[in-house]
């Protein structure tokens, strides 16, 4: 179970000691080990115990990194990656110790190829940061999720958001990366080619392995055209049914849609109290189109008659920015919408992933299940893509607290699993997720640690994550 993978105990004392004195003396003040600057490193935002590291590297350069991996192989030190730590599912704790390596001051720019749609950039910068610097040229970046996170934590967990539906996740957007592996040198995975036969695909290998086969310097990017008109609105349905079969006409009609997400009641309730909105509270999509004038008009009107089709309400949409902005400034603010509604509880943060055609199903059990239990829960989800998260509040004091949600977890899972999905769909495996992906791909597992075992035979990088090496 979730809590139960968190713990684990295999500190090389002596290693960690050699590799403190030796970072320490390397890299002065930019190498940290006082306990406020190892919490922060470890997770924040979880429900699961926080591990913290040893020390905290503020890297600013890919020879700091690669001096740092140098010298954590020599001594068989744990070094994990750090962006903003936004993950939810453990990844950024510290089971055995060691190193982090903090990114925030490794977040520059290296290159923008306007003409090819394209940008190279280190992997401390956020994903808005980045935005802002290619505001001028057109174009943008647009894997969204819910936090301000790095590139390179985006690309190590292959996250996704609202956007995923039209532009793909980072598996579809990341061209390349640089990559220092367990021999303290840096190799490159592509070139900045669309497409590519060149031998074995190791930038997607990668891009989702969570630190754990080497440390991201650099990773270059797709980028696209800013959409010349783009057009967002609401659309209140009396069911997570209706609601779902409306996103399913959508897409199988190959409206081109740029986002559609799905909030149901509770959730809705919680946005409406936090955002000051005055929405239905009953299950609700927010959209956006992206495209012409003609265009986005276009498909308003015919996701407007699919909405009606399905028993929706008016789909209520707007081409200004602003009233834009407020909606999915709303929608991005939906986690701490849900904390807020009762502070004093733990959050637990889980996202699956089904065919869309199992989405209704998913949801409305999973809705079930929530009701039967007696839980505090609320569900968004990025339905376009059939991925969908819950945000579970509980008793994180008590140990009946602590295993009624992992009991859930566990069924949402095991249900996920059963209509062919998957256990997450952007979140990750971390240590939360480590038994359901042996659930979910049995001996495919194995060959994942035959991989790891073969790049990194000290287990070095980010150990007691995805799996367990036995
Ligand atoms: C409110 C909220 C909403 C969220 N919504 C979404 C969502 O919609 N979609 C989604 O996909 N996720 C979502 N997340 C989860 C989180 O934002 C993503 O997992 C994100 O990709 C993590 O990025 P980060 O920079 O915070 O990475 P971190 O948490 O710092 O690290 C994540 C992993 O990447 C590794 N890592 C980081 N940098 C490097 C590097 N340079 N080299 C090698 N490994 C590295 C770490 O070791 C760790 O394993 C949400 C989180 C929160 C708190």
Redesign the pocket.
């Known amino acids: 179970m979730a809590l139960k993978d968190a713990k684990s105990g295999l500190r090389n004392e002596a290693g960690i000691a050699a590799v403190l004195g030796i970072l320490k003396q390397s890299f002065g003040e930019r190498f940290q080990t006082g306990e406020s600057f190892r919490a922060q490193h470890a997770h924040t935002?979880t429900y699961i115990p926080a591990q913290l590291p040893d020390g905290v590297l503020f890297a600013e350069t890919a020879d700091d990194v690669k001096a740092a991996v140098r010298v954590c192989a020599e001594h068989k030190v744990p070094l994990?990656?750090?962006?903003?730590?936004?993950?939810?599912e453990g990844?950024?704790n510290a089971p055995n110790g060691g190193i982090s390596i903090d990114?925030s001051r490794m977040n520059r720019v290296l290159e923008v190829n306007a003409e090819d749609l394209d940008c190279t950039v280190e992997?401390g910068i956020t994903r808005e940061e980045l935005n802002v610097y290619l505001r001028d040229t057109g174009l943008f970046f647009p894997i969204d999720?819910?936090?301000n996170?790095?590139i390179?934590?985006?690309a190590?967990?292959r996250?996704?958001?609202?956007n995923a539906v039209r532009y793909g996740t980072m598996k579809d957007n990341v061209l390349s990366v640089t990559a220092v592996t367990a021999n303290g040198e840096e190799v490159r995975t592509a070139r900045r080619a669309r497409k590519s036969s060149a031998g074995y695909d190791m930038t997607r290998l990668f891009v989702g392995s969570?630190?754990t086969l080497?440390?991201?310097t650099s990773v270059t990017l797709r980028l696209q055209g800013i959409p010349q008109k783009i057009g967002g609105g609401v659309c209140a349905f009396p069911t997570i049914k209706a609601a779902c079969d409306a996103v399913i006409m959508t897409i199988q009609m190959g409206i081109p849609v740029a986002r559609i997400e799905l909030l149901d009641a509770l959730q809705i309730k919680c946005c409406n109290a936090y955002s000051n909105l005055d929405y239905e509270e009953t299950p609700t999509l927010f959209l956006e189109f992206h495209g012409t004038d003609e265009t986005v008009a276009l498909q308003s009107q015919q996701f407007a008659e699919i909405a009606t089709e399905c028993g929706g309400g008016e789909f209520l949409w707007t081409v200004n920015a602003e009233e834009r902005a407020k909606l999915w400034k709303a929608r991005h603010n939906a986690?701490?919408a849900s904390r807020a509604l009762a502070p004093e509880l733990a959050a637990l943060?889980t996202d699956v992933c089904v065919p869309i055609s199992r989405l209704a199903d998913c949801i409305t059990e999973t809705q079930a299940d929530i009701e039967a239990n007696g839980l505090l829960a609320m569900i968004v989800g990025h339905a376009g893509d059939g991925n969908f998260h819950v945000l579970v509040l509980f008793d994180d004091k008590t140990s009946e607290g602590i295993s009624a949600v992992e009991n859930f977890v566990a069924r949402l899972n095991a249900r996920a699993l059963e209509m062919d999905g998957t256990c997450t769909g952007?979140?990750?495996i971390?240590q939360g997720k480590m038994s359901f992906l042996e659930q979910e791909l049995g001996g495919t597992v194995d060959l994942m640690r035959q991989v790891k075992r073969s790049l990194d035979p000290d287990n070095i990088f980010?150990p007691g994550?995805i799996f367990h090496l036995g």
């Open positions: 935002t994990i990656g750090f962006g903003t730590g936004s993950s939810l990844q950024v990114f992997p999720p819910g936090a996170a790095s390179g934590g985006m190590s967990t996250a996704s958001g609202t969570e630190g080497g440390i991201l986690y701490w943060s952007e979140h990750g971390g980010n994550k």
